[in-house]
């Protein structure tokens, strides 16, 4: 299973349009705008694990977090996110974290190993 958080990023927004326009014009089914869903969710979970490999820092006041459903949700007021020599300053920020391992991928003990990246999603 692919995490959905993507969905709602400008790219999935606009899939989403497009496949509602196709099934509103008859074009394709809804099953199978739902498989292109699914599709999109392994490809981007896949590729945003496999072939970004910039950081980035931050820093700001923590307001709220929660960990419901194996998902970390932290709100941030006043972060400055650095990369190297830029700096982006905002004034409230939320991030979502989850797990970046398949249950296929657990191991034997039934614990997650630490040395797999999590799937990030951040709101502005």
Known sequence: MAYQLYRNTTLG???????????????????????????FDKAINTALANRVRNRVNFRGSLNTYRFCDNVWTFVLNDVEFREVTDLVKVDKVKIVACDGKSESTQNKSDKWSVTQTPQISVCL
């Open 13 to 39: 927004n606009s899939l989403q349009e497009s496949l509602d326009e196709l099934i509103q014009t008859q074009q394709i089914t809804p099953q199978l705008a739902l498989q292109v869903l699914l599709q």
